[in-house]
């Protein structure tokens, strides 16, 4: 499965984009306490990027679960309660994507490897 996402990953032709998240708000399951940085617009080639590469790893024959995708950046895991709020424009441009091993349950999650966007 591993050699499989590796492969996929090396498929994906994307170009290196920028993002400008610009609020913070809590995120998924109420009561686990995740903070998160969004911005819409700001963020939306990064849910472009997810698509292009769930199509490769299709391709490459792994099973690709059909989900909706936020794209978004975990800040903290805090169990206070936060109001959605906007934050100052931050910006800075997308040169590569990694693959993650999330352990689920653990707490533990591995790199499996980096691949380089492509430039202008």
Same mark, same amino acid.
């Not at 170009?15 to 998160?36: E, H, M, N």
């Not at 903290?76 to 040169?95: F, K, M």
């Given at each position: 499965?591993?050699? &499989?996402?590796?492969?996929? +990953?090396? %498929?994906? /032709?994307?170009?290196?984009?920028?993002?400008?998240?610009?609020?913070? !708000? $809590?995120?998924?399951?109420?009561?686990?306490?995740?903070?998160?940085?969004?911005?819409?617009?700001?963020?939306?080639?990064?849910?472009? &990027?997810?698509?292009?590469? +769930?199509? %490769?790893? /299709?391709?490459?024959?792994?099973?690709?679960?059909?989900?909706?995708? !936020? $794209?978004?950046?975990?800040?903290?895991?805090?169990?206070?309660?936060?109001?959605?709020?906007?934050?100052?424009?931050?910006?800075?441009?997308?040169?590569?994507?990694?693959?993650?091993?999330?352990?689920?349950?653990?707490?533990?999650?591995?790199?499996?490897?980096r691949w380089p966007l492509?430039?202008?």
């Amino acid at each position: 499965m591993i050699a &499989l996402a590796g492969e996929a +990953a090396r %498929a994906v /032709a994307v170009l290196q984009f920028t993002i400008t998240p610009d609020r913070v !708000t $809590p995120f998924g399951r109420s009561g686990k306490g995740l903070l998160v940085l969004e911005g819409g617009d700001g963020v939306a080639a990064l849910g472009e &990027l997810h698509r292009v590469l +769930a199509e %490769a790893m /299709a391709k490459a024959g792994l099973r690709v679960k059909a989900k909706s995708y !936020t $794209p978004h950046l975990t800040l903290l895991y805090d169990r206070g309660s936060v109001l959605p709020q906007a934050v100052e424009t931050i910006t800075w441009t997308v040169r590569e994507f990694v693959l993650v091993r999330s352990l689920i349950g653990q707490s533990k999650h591995l790199p499996l490897g980096r691949w380089p966007l492509l430039s202008d």
